[in-house]
């Protein structure tokens, strides 16, 4: 079974601080997503990425930024975090081959921004 | 690409049969049905996916009206375990080539009584 993992599961920082949420997939999947989710709005797409070095635009990209390293390692980074920046952090990935297209979710980062 | 509404929340008693159903009206020749669910502290999880007619799984059902505007996922024999929050999302893969953009909405929390 896929295995996505994250770290950290939770943090907090200060407004204007920088931080770095880190994700790995163990299952050679090329696409990697970073979400996040908030109360009223479900998960909604930050960036992705199709390959190593390969970065691409969400739905709500401002205020955040992402490094795909290799193809097991996805980062999403908040250079000058924001109190709307506080939510919770999913990264997936899906390898999709013939008709499934699934993605596998990881246990998610809890993120607040004071 | 197509909207989907769903009803905000049911409750079943463990042992039944729950059904919950998801309307797409404007969904287009190519989009696919998928249904996921998210238990509280865990990231989503694949549930089923289908294009028409009726498909099935180790964990459930899912039976897609002739029109394709509606669907209905059928969890049989309900446990404390399946309470969650149930998504089900339209995508359209033959656009978006390899990339599996899914688009969550509010979903349909399933409470489960003992």
């Known amino acids: 079974e896929a295995a996505v993992t994250q770290s950290p599961r939770n943090k907090v920082t200060v407004t204007g601080g920088n931080v770095t949420l880190s994700c790995r997939q163990t299952?050679?999947?090329?696409?990697m997503y970073w979400y996040r989710q908030d109360t009223g709005h479900g998960l909604r797409l930050i960036h992705y990425?199709?390959?190593?070095?390969?970065?691409q635009i969400g739905d709500v990209p401002d205020g955040y930024k992402a490094t795909r390293t290799t193809q097991e390692d996805f980062f999403l980074l908040l250079e000058l975090a924001s109190p709307s920046q506080t939510s919770l952090y999913f990264c997936?990935?899906?390898?999709?081959?013939?008709?499934?297209?699934?993605?596998?979710f990881g246990p998610g980062t809890r993120l607040t921004v004071l | 690409l197509a909207k989907t509404t769903q009803p905000p929340s049911m409750e079943a008693y463990e042992g039944q049969e729950v059904n919950v159903s998801c309307s797409h009206t404007?969904?287009?020749?190519?989009?696919?049905i998928y249904w996921y669910r998210q238990v509280p502290h865990q990231g989503p999880q694949f549930i089923i996916q289908?294009?028409?007619d009726y498909v099935v799984n180790e964990v459930a059902s899912l039976f897609i009206s002739a029109d394709r505007k509606l669907s209905t996922l059928s969890l049989p024999w309900v446990s404390l375990r399946d309470a969650a929050v149930y998504y089900c999302?339209?995508?359209?893969?033959?656009?978006?080539?390899?990339?599996?953009?899914?688009?969550f909405g509010a979903g349909t929390r399933l409470a489960v009584c003992p």
């Open positions: 289908g294009y028409k």
């Open positions: 404007n969904i287009a020749t190519s989009e696919y």
């Open positions: 999302i339209v995508t359209d893969i033959l656009l978006s080539g390899s990339f599996n953009k899914l688009t």
């Open positions: 299952n050679s999947h090329n696409y």
């Open positions: 990425s199709y390959g190593a070095g390969n970065l």
């Open positions: 997936a990935s899906s390898d999709p081959t013939g008709d499934s297209y699934e993605q596998y």
